[in-house]
């Protein structure tokens, strides 16, 4: 009888990048390279380099399909719309944690970025912002998003451990030199205080103190 030969799926960007992406995801950037790629595909490196151009290309479209999964839809108005952006974001990067890095790091400017960025932008000019407050709006915004996205996902302390971790450090902090660093550790002993910091807090502040911007 004769051998049936196994169709193997065809190498197309697509699929090297979802692959990459799995990758990434699992093992962070530095699992990341041409060689693990090809061993994942089941292929040569080499054959890579047909469909990619490296793997500064792969990084590229990484970002590209993080951005691409960012559910964020502009409306009318303009704050609960840059809020539901802000929250969009923080959701995508926080899936994938390695991506922060590569969106504050590298020039993006794939489609899926550029209209991500271009809708940013129409959004606040439809309501009303000129182009260089529109800027620096979008641009605070995204630090905001950003800072806080790296650091819950850097902090040292699971946010579970909080008031175990206040107990434990108490005595490193006596109220005679750090009077009121220790009143907050009590208050997050106690249960007073839960010691999270929540996106909406910086988020509001940030998004009240552009609309005063855009009303003068």
């Given at each position: ?32 390279s ?16 047909n ?88 641009n ?12 819950r ?9 909080y ?54």
């Amino acid at each position: 009888m004769p051998t049936r030969t196994r169709k193997r799926t065809p190498l197309t960007p697509d699929r090297v990048l979802a692959t990459a992406l799995r990758l990434a995801d699992k093992g962070g950037l530095d699992a990341l390279s041409m060689r693990n790629v090809a061993q994942a595909l089941k292929v040569e490196a080499m054959s890579l380099y047909n469909h990619v151009d490296g793997k500064e290309r792969i990084l590229d479209g990484l970002v590209e399909l993080v951005v691409a999964e960012i559910d964020w839809t502009p409306r009318a108005d303009w704050k609960a719309s840059m809020r539901e952006r802000a929250f969009a974001m923080n959701a995508a990067l926080m899936k994938h944690r390695w991506a922060t890095m590569l969106f504050v790091s590298r020039l993006n400017i794939g489609p899926n970025m550029l209209r991500f960025v271009d809708r940013s932008i129409g959004c606040l000019r439809e309501a009303g912002f000129s182009y260089p407050l529109a800027d620096y709006a979008w641009n605070a915004l995204d630090a905001y998003t950003y800072g806080f996205t790296l650091q819950r996902l850097n902090f040292p302390i699971e946010t579970t451990e909080y008031a175990s971790s206040a107990k434990q450090f108490l005595p490193m902090i006596p109220v005679e030199t750090h009077p009121f660093l220790r009143g907050m550790s009590e208050e997050v002993i106690a249960g007073r205080h839960d010691g999270l910091q929540q996106l909406e807090f910086g988020l509001d502040l940030l998004l009240d103190g552009l609309e005063r911007l855009r009303a003068k």
